[in-house]
T-cell receptor
Framework: DTGVSQNPRHKITKRGQNVTFRCDPI?????LYWYRQTLGQGPEFLTY????????KSRLLSDRFSAERPKGSFSTLEIQRTEQGDSAMYLC?????????????FGQGTRLTVV | AQSVAQPEDQVNVAEGNPLTVKCTYS??????LFWYVQYPNRGLQFLLK??????LVKGSYGFEAEFNKSQTSFHLKKPSALVSDSALYFC???????????????FGKGTRLHILP
């Protein structure tokens, strides 16, 4: 396994700008998750995919947030018109759909700072 | 909907003593349970999981966890704590009931473990 890769690792943006993050999951992992984590808190579920299909988007998530996984491989998370409250660590994880390994494997995250 | 509770924000343990980090869960069906650890400025690392079978599961770095169905708990334990165990620990649950399509992984708020030298 080469691991889950997230880019960029850090992003500083001005309020009102759009940002896009990329996640490359472990090869052949069907499931891909996006979470948001603020300092000292647990990962908050945002959305997840099975292959290219988006299974669920958190009801707490603003319409400014959108995610895609167009070919069932990498995924992007876009935040439009960023607000200071969007500042957080955005985590991506992947897991196989079947088999004994049901745990999620996490990337290092993208830290977003909105100024 | 599934949920996880970690009732302690912080746990302090002297080095060499046994440690326990508590976790309770709520799912409508069959739970898969996980523990993760996060060191400062690092991603989440998988420690161990319970799927089925023996209620006591062993994982990385000498950690183990005990699944208790009647108490809906999955407490993390270690017989002898090390200073290097100091980190943030997260419990997580996945509802793997047959036919259930809502099987996302949900995390608790985390417990900071502080091992005193």
């Amino acid at each position: 396994d080469t691991g889950v890769s997230q880019n960029p690792r850090h992003k500083i943006t001005k309020r009102g700008q759009n940002v896009t993050f990329r996640c490359d999951p472990i090869s052949e992992h069907n499931r891909l998750y996006w979470y948001r984590q603020t300092l000292g808190q647990g990962p908050e579920f945002l959305t997840y995919f099975q292959n290219e299909a988006q299974l669920e988007k958190s009801r707490l998530l603003s319409d400014r947030f959108s995610a895609e996984r167009p070919k069932g491989s990498f995924s992007t998370l876009e935040i439009q018109r960023t607000e200071q409250g969007d500042s957080a660590m955005y985590l991506c994880a992947s897991s196989p759909l079947t088999g004994g390994r049901t745990e999620a494997f996490f990337g290092q995250g993208t830290r977003l700072t909105v100024v | 909907a599934q949920s996880v509770a970690q009732p302690e924000d912080q746990v302090n343990v002297a080095e060499g003593n046994p440690l326990t980090v508590k976790c309770t869960y709520s799912v409508s069906g069959n739970p898969y349970l996980f523990w993760y650890v996060q060191y400062p400025n690092r991603g989440l690392q998988f420690l161990l999981k319970y799927i089925t079978g023996d209620n006591l599961v062993k994982g990385s770095y000498g950690f183990e966890a005990e699944f208790n169905k009647s108490q809906t708990s999955f407490h993390l334990k270690k017989p002898s704590a090390l200073v290097s165990d100091s980190a943030l620990y997260f419990c997580a649950v996945r509802d793997m009931s047959q036919g259930n399509r809502d099987d996302k992984i949900i995390f608790g708020k985390g417990t900071r473990l502080h091992i005193l030298p």
